[in-house]
């Protein structure tokens, strides 16, 4: 057995949960490793699309993905990919041959540390065949432990060396949940006390708390929202707000804003879950509660930061009241907030005008229609542009399992390599995609990805000819731009989908989705790319709120 061999049996052995790559010459060995140890791989197409399904898988599975490829060039291509994972925290390993020291010219030849680390990755190497298990399980703990995304370098001139004799990787064990203070529990528990309208919002670092956070919301009187990749976490309690922010319905916002206490439990509250702070009430006091303390006040000025996992510290914060005699009360959970939640804080209880004109089609219409035809069992995957608050806010999901939102970096074109990921990791739901027409221009190449693994994915591609959060933006200065650099040609996307060898149906008004009830009865073993011409919508006002933040 050699080190690249070993590298793979090891991150096979620790339990890692999918491997995705392109394979080279330089990590042909180690893939074929994890393979042969029971890892199950994907080919993609390109390195790009790789990473992205890697980092929806981990962020969807509650298991560690994987990425492998080639030194140089491979792992360049996966950057955008591996810093959008980075900059989520994703617990990620990236495999990456890397030419030998001594191979100063060749031409893979690069700086892969300092290059990982630009983009916020962390950078691990296998230094030598004598500690190249440990190498590894130092790469896999900071990954699992500091909830990081690592690319662990794998030097040619080290790949093929003999591998120690039957080496055994040390179990690593997930680190305990982090406690709070009693200081720091005290001072939160004298703000829940004093508040009459608390508001708590959940992030990522919340997705684990449900059950406490909702315990502590309702001895508080607390109505509970959360951040964008969040979203569902709160389903069925009859005091959710859903999003918080940009995605926030008209009657979540105001609500949001009318609270005295607002507390984010793993949340970042940053401008796109606080609206640039205008959620934020004069007078509101602001709690953050997370595991870094360099995430405290990071985005805004907050009045208390606690350092301590989300559920600990709800939980301990409800046992400091009970003990203080503290009675649950009414607070913002009154019968008349329970009422207008009812009536209006979902988005699809919001009235518009219908912008659908004889061959375009409202998105809004077009996505509301969708939610009632799809299974209610489903996975959305949310790509980025102008068009990304109609699947956000008028697609249901089951739970916070059921929204994979790969938007840290805000690149566009990700989405349909998220939708693969996350469709490998939750299998026994519907994968749903909202891209734009730019997008998925830009990742196309891997619904051949998703053709081949006979994944039956709905791509609802909201098409408007544009790169339409450009158009919308540039269009609005007051002046009249050139827009020939972000307009282009009409796009078939249904021909493009029949010639990967999907299905493919093109959506104009409301009866072309007939096809779509037609190939749900199909029993389908592979996408339906659905080429929706979407009627402009002047410019969607929550990329307007973005726009501030360039």
Avoid at 116 to 129: G, K, M, N, P
Avoid at 225 to 234: P, R, Y
Avoid at 317 to 339: C, D, H, I, N
Avoid at 423 to 434: W, Y
């Amino acid at each position: 057995m050699n080190v690249a061999e070993l590298v793979g049996k090891t991150l096979a052995n620790l339990g890692v949960g999918h491997a995705f790559g392109v394979v080279g010459s330089g990590n042909f060995d180690v893939t074929n490793a994890l393979i042969a140890n029971g890892v199950p791989y994907t080919a993609a197409r390109h390195e790009g699309g790789a990473a992205t399904m890697a980092d929806a898988y981990s962020r969807t599975s509650g298991q560690i993905g994987v990425v492998s490829v080639h030194q140089g060039c491979g792992l360049t291509n996966a950057a955008t990919g591996i810093g959008e994972a980075a900059k989520s925290r994703t617990p990620m390993i990236v495999l990456a041959a890397e030419a030998a020291p001594s191979a100063v010219y060749s031409n893979f030849a690069m700086d892969q540390g300092s290059f990982s680390t630009s983009v916020y990755a962390v950078s691990e190497r296998i230094h030598s065949a004598r500690t190249a298990v440990a190498d590894t399980v130092r790469a896999y703990r900071r990954a699992v432990n500091d909830r990081r995304t690592v690319v662990l370098n794998l030097p040619l001139n080290i790949q093929g060396l003999e591998a120690p004799e039957s080496p055994v990787a040390a179990e690593v064990v997930p680190a305990e949940p982090v406690r709070p203070s009693r200081a720091a529990v005290r001072a939160l528990a004298v703000l829940i006390e004093n508040a009459r309208r608390p508001v708590f919002v959940a992030g990522r670092g919340g997705r684990g708390a449900k059950a406490e956070i909702l315990a502590l919301a309702r001895h508080s009187g607390a109505l509970v929202a959360t951040s964008a990749v969040a979203k569902g976490l709160f389903n069925d309690e009859e005091f959710s707000l859903g999003i918080s922010g940009g995605f926030s319905s008209p009657l979540a916002a105001e609500l949001i804003a009318g609270a005295d206490l607002i507390v984010g439990f793993g949340c970042a509250l940053n401008m796109w879950t606080m609206r640039h702070g205008r959620l934020i009430s004069e007078g509101t006091k602001v709690v953050q509660v997370d595991l870094e303390e360099s995430a405290l006040g990071a985005n805004r000025r907050i009045d208390l930061g606690v350092i301590g996992d989300s559920a600990q510290s709800a939980r301990d914060a409800l046992e400091y009241l009970e003990a203080q005699k503290m009675p649950a009360r009414e607070g913002y959970r009154t019968s008349a907030v329970s009422q207008q939640i009812a009536e209006g804080a979902n988005w699809s209880q919001v009235a518009y005008r219908d912008l659908s004109t004889d061959d375009r089609i409202d998105p809004r219409t077009l996505t509301k229609s969708l939610d009632e035809l799809l299974p209610a069992e489903r996975i959305v995957s949310v790509d980025s542009g102008n068009f990304m608050g109609y699947p956000s806010q008028f697609l249901a999901v089951p739970d916070e399992h059921g929204f994979c939102f790969t938007q840290a970096f805000q690149a566009i074109g990700l989405g349909l390599y998220t939708a693969i990921g996350a469709a490998l990791a939750q299998p026994g739901r519907l994968p749903v995609l909202g891209t734009g027409d730019g997008g998925f221009h830009m990742a196309i190449a891997e619904l051949d990805t998703a053709v081949r693994l006979k994944l039956p994915m709905v791509c609802i591609v909201y098409n408007d000819a544009a790169y339409g959060a450009e158009v919308h933006h540039f269009g609005d200065t007051g002046t009249a731009p050139n827009m020939d650099s972000v307009t282009f040609p009409d796009t078939d996307f249904a021909a493009i989908g029949r010639g990967f060898g999907a299905d493919g149906i093109t959506v104009r008004k409301l009866e072309d989705l007939d096809s779509v009830a037609s190939w749900l009865g199909s029993e389908p073993t592979g996408p339906l790319v659905i080429d929706a011409k979407i009627a402009s919508d002047g410019g969607a006002w929550w990329l307007a709120e973005a726009f501030k933040g360039h």
